[in-house]
């Protein structure tokens, strides 16, 4: 089945204490990005990758770092995380980007909540 | 840069009714995409319709329609008949053509079908 999985689901967490969530994909799609979730303010990106080796800061990327060594595998590390980071995460991947007059369908993976005391 | 806006937090509409949601979006692109996503409980994102700013027909999908009206920015969700499984969250959402894939949301509609 055609999807993109995250590790883990929920996660509660204290300051500063290193983590990474996990996002795989197995669609063989070459974009891949990560999306935080808060009420109000819908989603919003905080990093992406067009392929391997290849990641840029979307608009929220402050206390975050990505790798993309794999095609399939793009994880979210907070080496520090803060409260301010609790959220709803998700992974996303799509076939290649967007023209100008063809779109390639984003798929989203289940989410990760976190919460960081 | 993009913003997309959707003014009605909560809204309610009975079984079998009709009901639109509204969403306005700021650009000075010519190439975009426009996107309706649901989410329910499950938290799950799934993509309902999109609309291609190139194309002036409204898109429609089943009981899922658009209205889009490139001048005026704006682009609302109806949903025909609704059913209790529609009860969701609903994200509007913009993308510019060639320019990378990221997706600009707007703050979300929550949708009670009542029975």
């Known amino acids: 089945e055609a999807q993109v999985t995250q590790n883990p689901r929920y996660l509660i967490t204290v300051t500063g204490k290193k983590l990474t969530v996990t996002c795989s994909q197995n669609m063989n799609h070459e974009y891949m990005s990560w999306y935080r979730q808060d009420p109000g303010l819908g989603l919003r990106q905080i990093y992406y990758s067009m392929n391997v080796e290849v990641t840029d800061k979307g608009d929220v990327p402050e206390g975050y770092k990505v790798s993309r060594k794999e095609k399939r595998n793009f994880p979210l590390i907070l080496e520090s995380p803060s409260p301010n980071q609790t959220s709803l995460y998700f992974c996303a991947s799509s076939l290649g980007l967007a023209g100008a007059f063809t779109y390639n369908e984003q798929f989203f993976g289940p989410g990760t909540r976190l919460t960081v005391l | 840069a993009q913003t997309v806006t959707q003014s009605q937090p909560e809204m309610s509409v009975q079984e079998a009714e009709t009901v639109t949601l509204s969403c306005t979006y700021d650009?000075?692109?010519?190439?975009?995409?426009l996107f309706w996503y649901k989410q329910p409980p499950s938290r799950q994102m799934i993509l309902v319709i999109r609309?291609?700013?190139?194309?002036?027909q409204n898109a429609t999908e089943n009981r899922f329609s658009v209205n889009f009206q490139k001048a005026a920015k704006s682009f609302s969700l109806k949903i025909s008949d609704s059913q209790l499984g529609d009860t969701a969250m609903y994200f509007c959402?913009?993308?510019?053509?060639?320019?990378?894939?990221?997706?600009?949301f707007g703050g979300g509609t929550r949708l009670m079908v009542k029975p």
């Open positions: 650009t000075s692109e010519n190439n975009y995409y």
């Open positions: 609309q291609e700013a190139y194309k002036q």
């Open positions: 959402a913009f993308m510019r053509g060639n320019a990378g894939n990221m997706l600009t």
